[in-house]
């Protein structure tokens, strides 16, 4: 765009109250202060990073991938997928592992690694020679997120890789499974750990020489329609076995489960902001496997049942309270009350003679037309109430039987006996929940108990942080800058938040088997290309470090400056310095219209002697002082 000759000249600024938009004139300039802009006078600049003692990870807090605008929850799973003993070790994928992962040290922002690598003939002609990327990329991930000493990282150069290309920002995560598997599979077919991800439904034919209808899925996604009160069991029903009265119910079940099932709600109300779905701690997938498909059919036939009968007196209570001919608005008892309203109107007054009395009795009528009016409308109402009653009673019938096969077993070996266990809750793009071994203290041994931590990114979360630590950040007053906040919190508030906390939620369940996995390190190649990562971390803190000295001494001067005035040119007499005549020559200063000597030089004044008047001297514009010779000020002083 610079060589563009429409753009005009080059132009200088100010962009905002401390930051000018001009050519570079300096040797040196500090990182953090620089940044591109929009060419708008309105424009806000955005630090993306804190600084490098900020993103310094803690001993007792998890390390984490930083959220991605484009790619929602992809990084929650990855955080998630890595505190899931079985998840870690499948995708460290120990038998595609490479000699030499790379280093570079922006990588932990996005920045991608490339390497050269040797290929196939066969890939070379598809132009498929990128498609083991994604598998060194997430190893790259999960050793990070092992043993890094940066509290958080970045998932944009696996997002940004060929094989990860969707438009759609919230089918990062299926897209993600997808190519791992894909990849993982062609790697090493042998591997059990290649599907840990997947699972497959089956759907009877509806002829009986059709084959059987089967699907492979790595997310399931139901369809979350807006019912208050409904559990994570009645959207999943509703998806499984989209049942309806009268018709044959169709034989749909999964033939397995995968170790980590990765459940995405979004709710189909456009206006909802939350899911609104309970949420358990402890799933069980038997009702929808094929070995419980028969009692499932028995317990599908009675929820059928039940929703008949609900529909039947929502039907009549609809009759009573607004039969047809009604306007819209009105019911039946509305309509009963205004008539007996009026006909009481119509009712006498009081008599004085008996001709007003025989006037009278057809008033006397209408008084009791009015009464039975009323008395309509009382029945109607206490009708309505007692069909009410009666649908809530079908409505908790419902929720009763929801609750089949999603308890344990009061009995060893009876159904349900695949238990999940939720290990991770994404909620809001930049908030996710994750479950993990408790970090043991340096005085206390390891332990198999588990802490629930809230990790959230976002500018909001860099000023909370900043308010605890009682830090400050060197970035310009009016930038945003991004930072976490990492805290525990109970499994309550994980379940609150996912039902209330947004209305797209990503949900990870692990089995028994996942969680008991055996962890063993990462491959050493892994490992020393996290310490090569460490180690430029701790450059760059040290490069922080001085810089921040500098920059805090020239702040001392500077509010030295603006509360006295420019700081005095003279030596002090306190100071000392060694060196030679020579050396303390060359180091005189000159400010303003006075030279003085650094310090204490040999040509300088007898202590207490500060100033000389300069009588009858040139000023510095005129000729330099030369070493040796008495400082003079160029102005008289008493």
């Known amino acids: ?220 996604e139901p369809y979350v329609e807006s019912v208050h ?77 039940v929703r008949e009968d609900i529909v039947r007196l929502e039907h009549i209570m609809d009759r009573l309270s607004a039969p047809k001919g009604l306007a819209k608005g009105l019911n039946s008892q509305t309509i009963l009350e205004k008539a007996a309203d009026a006909a009481a109107a119509l009712g006498p007054k009081g008599t004085s003679s008996d001709a007003e009395a025989s006037a009278a009795e057809p008033a006397a009528d209408v008084q009791k037309l009015a009464a039975e009016l009323m008395a309509i409308s009382k029945k109607i109402e206490s009708k309505l109430k007692e069909l009410e009653e009666l649908k809530q009673q079908a409505l908790e019938s419902l929720r009763g039987s929801s609750k089949f096969l999603t308890e344990p077993p009061e009995s060893p070996g009876e159904p349900p006996v695949h238990k999940y266990t939720l290990r991770g809750v994404c909620t809001e793009p930049h908030v996710t929940y994750i479950l993990r071994h408790r970090i043991p203290d340096p005085e206390t041994p390891p332990s198999d108990d588990y802490d629930w931590w809230r990790i959230s990114f976002s500018v909001d979360d860099a000023k909370t942080r900043q308010a605890e630590t009682g830090g400050a950040s060197s970035a310009p007053k009016d930038a945003d800058v991004v930072g976490y906040t990492a805290r525990k919190v109970r499994e309550v508030e994980v379940l609150r938040a996912a039902r209330e906390e947004s209305k797209n939620v990503l949900l990870v369940y692990a089995d028994n088997n996942a969680v008991n996995f055996k962890e063993e390190p990462v ?79 040999d040509s300088a004044t007898e202590p207490g002697q500060e100033m000389q008047e300069r009588v009858g001297k040139p000023l510095l514009s005129q000729g330099a002082v030369q070493p040796g010779q008495d400082p003079q000020p160029a102005w008289d002083q008493p």
């Open 1 to 220: 765009m610079s060589l563009n000759q429409n753009l005009g000249q080059q132009e200088t600024g100010v962009t905002s109250s401390n930051q000018k938009f001009g050519r570079a004139t300096k040797d040196h300039y500090d990182e953090g202060a620089w940044a591109m802009t929009l060419f708008n006078s309105s424009a806000r600049e955005i630090i993306t990073r804190p600084d490098p003692v900020d993103r310094k990870r803690q001993a007792s807090e998890p390390a984490f991938i930083r959220p991605s605008q484009d790619n929602l929850h992809l990084s929650g799973l990855l955080t998630i997928l890595h505190s899931i003993p079985l998840a870690r070790e499948a995708l460290l994928l120990r038998n595609k592992v490479l000699n030499n992962y790379g280093q570079d040290a922006q990588w932990w922002d996005g920045q991608p690694i490339n390497l050269p690598k040797v290929v196939t003939i066969h890939e070379a002609q598809d132009g498929d020679t990128d498609w083991d990327d994604v598998l060194y990329e997430t190893q790259r991930i999960v050793a990070f997120l092992d043993s890094t000493t940066r509290a958080f990282g970045s998932a944009d150069a696996l997002a940004n890789l060929k094989s990860m290309t969707t438009y759609d920002a919230e089918g990062s995560v299926s897209k993600f499974l997808e190519a791992w598997q894909e990849s993982a599979v062609r790697a090493d077919p042998g591997s059990q750990l290649a599907t840990i991800f997947s699972s497959k439904a089956y759907k009877r034919p509806l002829g009986p020489y059709d084959t059987p209808i089967d699907k492979d899925f790595v997310t399931l």
């Open 229 to 305: 009160g409904q559990t994570l069991y009645d959207v999943l029903d509703s998806t499984m076995w989209n049942d309806s009265p009268g018709e044959e119910l169709d034989d749909v079940w999964l033939e397995h489960v995968a170790n980590i099932l990765v459940i995405r709600l979004d709710s189909a109300d456009s206006a909802a902001k939350t899911v609104d779905v309970k949420v358990p701690a402890a799933f069980y997938p038997d009702r929808y496997l094929a070995s419980c498909r028969d009692i499932s059919r028995d317990y599908r036939v009675q929820r059928l049942e």
């Open 523 to 601: 491959p050493p190649t892994l490992q020393a290309f996290v310490d090569a990562d460490n180690a430029a971390f701790d450059a760059e803190l040290l490069k922080w470090e001085n810089t921040a000295d500098s920059r805090q001494q020239d702040e001392e001067v500077t509010d030295w400056e603006q509360t006295f005035g420019s700081r005095p040119a003279y030596p002090s007499p306190s100071i000392k310095e060694e060196g030679t005549g020579e050396d303390l020559a060359a180091r005189n200063v000159n400010v303003f219209d006075y030279q003085v000597s650094s310090f204490d030089d």
